[in-house]
């Protein structure tokens, strides 16, 4: 089955501990992208990657840093979280990054930083 | 991207069409429009895109008006399983940052018996 996987998907931690939220797609697309949901600010871009080795910021990078070494895997690293970004987390592929590609994404990661 | 507006919430009886509208006055010539839904906190699901025509998949039909300010997406047999937030997106039309979907607060589709 087509699908983008994420784990972990609840994770609670405390400040300063670092994670990584994992996220991989098994459609051979070259173009991954993270998103956070917050209440009222809808969905944002964090990163974005156009294929392996090339990422890029989204709108809310700070705090984030993410790596691209194989196709299928798009890990997000929170260095040293902090409860600002308690939130819920979403990663999404498509075939490649044009307008004309619809985004999968995956079922999320809700985390809670203490 | 240009943007949308969508009603806060919609009630449709199962079994009914749902036709969700979306304005988007401000698109521009190579802007697509896309059809979102999300059911409580799960991943966003695809529903539908298109440019100028009209389009129909399994899900949905997606009507675009001749001058591309306005769209509305139905749902031809509303289920309860169709109760969800439908997010209409406008997306430029080039690569890099321009590939990301914003989301607005959509549209709160409410399905009845």
């Known amino acids: 089955e087509a699908q983008v996987t994420q784990n972990p998907r609840y994770l609670i931690t405390v400040t300063g501990k670092k994670l990584t939220v994992t996220c991989s797609q098994n459609m051979n697309h070259e173009y991954m992208s993270w998103y956070r949901q917050d209440p009222g600010l809808g969905l944002r871009q964090i990163y974005y990657?156009?294929?392996?080795?090339?990422?890029d910021k989204g709108d809310v990078p700070e705090g984030y840093k993410v790596s691209r070494k194989e196709k299928r895997n798009f890990p997000l690293i929170l260095e040293s979280p902090s409860p600002n970004q308690t939130s819920l987390y979403f990663c999404?592929?498509?075939?490649?990054?044009?307008?004309?590609?619809?985004?999968?994404f995956g079922p999320g990661t809700r985390l809670t930083v203490l | 991207d240009a943007k949308t507006t969508q009603p806060p919430s919609m009630d449709c009886a199962e079994g009914r069409a749902a036709n969700l509208p979306c304005n988007h006055s401000?698109?521009?010539?190579?802007?697509?429009v896309y059809w979102y839904r999300q059911i409580h906190s799960q991943g966003p699901q695809y529903i539908i895109h298109g440019l100028k025509n009209n389009e129909t998949n399994e899900m949905a039909s997606l009507i675009i008006t001749e001058d591309r300010k306005s769209s509305t997406l139905i749902l031809p047999h509303a289920t309860l399983r169709d109760t969800a937030v439908y997010y209409c997106?406008?997306?430029?039309?080039?690569?890099?940052?321009?590939?990301?979907?914003?989301f607005g607060t959509g549209t709160r589709l409410q399905v009845t018996l």
């Open positions: 999404a592929s498509s075939y490649a990054g044009g307008p004309d590609n619809e985004q999968f």
């Open positions: 990657s156009m294929n392996v080795e090339v990422t």
């Open positions: 401000t698109i521009s010539g190579n802007e697509y």
């Open positions: 997106i406008v997306r430029a039309g080039n690569t890099g940052t321009a590939s990301k979907l914003t």
